[in-house]
């Protein structure tokens, strides 16, 4: 199990840009799959998006054409780019790892995560 780090939460405007970055330290094959989620208050955690060691990525409906998530394994960092965002995307945003290689993993398949980044979107 592998601690991660998150960085580049805050708070913008509807319609702005953040941008997350996720440190991910250990061996390259704890980084097959990985993935961000979020969760806001009252609701269940939710996969946003995810990426495999051979770049297939997937996204949420919600988030689709707006987020993008890439994985630079040279520099063991997991990114993602959030544009147009909504006051619906207010949430803290984990990144996690899996050893898997899934394409479309679950919550289940992550052994390492992250200790979460706050996003907060104002209307």
């Known amino acids: 199990q592998v601690q991660l780090v998150e960085s580049g939460g805050g708070l913008v405007q509807a319609g702005g840009s953040l941008r997350l970055s996720c440190v991910a330290p250990g061996p390259k094959t704890s980084r097959n799959s990985m993935g961000w989620f979020r969760q806001a208050p009252g609701k269940e955690r939710e996969l946003v998006g995810s990426i495999n060691y051979i770049d297939m990525t997937s996204y949420t409906d919600s988030v689709k054409g707006r987020f993008t998530i890439s994985l630079d394994n040279d520099k063991n960092t997991l990114s993602l780019q959030m544009n147009s965002l909504k006051p619906e995307d207010t949430a803290m945003y984990y990144c996690?790892?899996?050893?898997?290689?899934?394409?479309?993993?679950?919550?289940?398949?992550?052994?390492?995560w992250g200790q979460g980044a706050r996003v907060t979107v104002s209307s």
């Open positions: 996690a790892g899996s050893r898997s290689g899934f394409s479309t993993p679950t919550a289940a398949d992550f052994e390492s």
